[in-house]
């Protein structure tokens, strides 16, 4: 157990749909990535947050938005889904500001499928 | 432009056996990291390593072994006396950042399934 957790699991909706991504990082780690994982696109950075600042984005389409609460987890929302947004979205957290933390903790991920 | 090239798609090796990931990067970049990391089949991904571009010392941490190489753009990866556990997707990937403050973006490249065959 890496001691991050996102919620949910799995997603099922619907094209044009609109669904929130939540993430917690470890206890004291200020630093939170998100990552996309499809079939098409490989495994992509989106965003990375740091202490609630907006650190570096990747690889984020414009439909997609993120943010880090004072509590330090972090949601990734995603709007007007579509087909292609199907992929296991990934967070990790490190208490390395710095990109690509010195030791990155993963959650479970979740799967979002989009029909 | 950055980028991370794993030409290997996928390694089949008997268990015991003795096996190397290559990974060739570009950047234009005099100062990043480096980084391997795993996905076994159920899915999770796990950190391996990171290693900077100031250090290319080899690092060996039990069976796994890294080999950086800045003359060749290379950090491969070694796992000695293999086992079936080691059987994942392996992912290099590259970030340019070392100062705080700076976009950071991480790189990976397309991966490396490796079956470990009993």
């Known amino acids: 157990d890496s001691g991050v957790t996102q919620t949910p699991k799995h997603l099922i909706t619907a094209t044009g749909q609109r669904v929130t991504l939540r993430c917690s990082p470890r206890?004291?780690?200020?630093?939170v990535y998100w990552y996309q994982q499809s079939l098409d696109q490989g495994l992509q950075f989106l965003i990375h947050?740091?202490?609630?600042?907006?650190?570096a984005k990747g690889n984020i389409l414009e439909r997609f938005s993120a943010q880090q609460f004072p509590d330090l987890h972090s949601e990734l929302n995603l709007s007007s889904l579509e087909l292609g947004d199907s992929a296991l979205y990934f967070c990790?957290?490190?208490?390395?500001?710095?990109?690509?933390?010195?030791?990155?903790?993963f959650g479970p991920g979740t799967r979002l499928l989009v029909l | 432009a950055q980028k991370v090239t794993q030409a290997q798609t996928e390694i089949s090796v008997v268990e015991k056996e003795d096996v190397t990931l290559d990974c060739v990067y570009e950047t234009r970049d005099t100062t990043y990291y480096l980084f391997w990391y795993k996905q076994p089949p159920s899915g999770e991904l796990v950190f391996l390593i990171r290693?900077?571009?100031?250090?290319?010392q080899n690092e060996i941490s039990g069976r796994y072994s890294w080999n950086f190489q800045k003359s060749t753009s290379s950090f491969n990866f070694t796992i000695t006396a293999s086992q079936v556990v080691d059987s994942a997707v392996y992912f290099c990937a590259l970030s340019d950042l070392l100062v705080v403050g700076r976009d950071d973006k991480i790189i990976f490249g397309k991966g490396t399934r490796l079956h470990i065959l009993p």
């Open positions: 206890s004291g780690d200020l630093s």
């Open positions: 990790a957290s490190s208490p390395d500001p710095r990109g690509g933390g010195e030791t990155q903790y």
């Open positions: 290693r900077n571009s100031f250090d290319e």
């Open positions: 947050y740091y202490n609630g600042e907006e650190r």
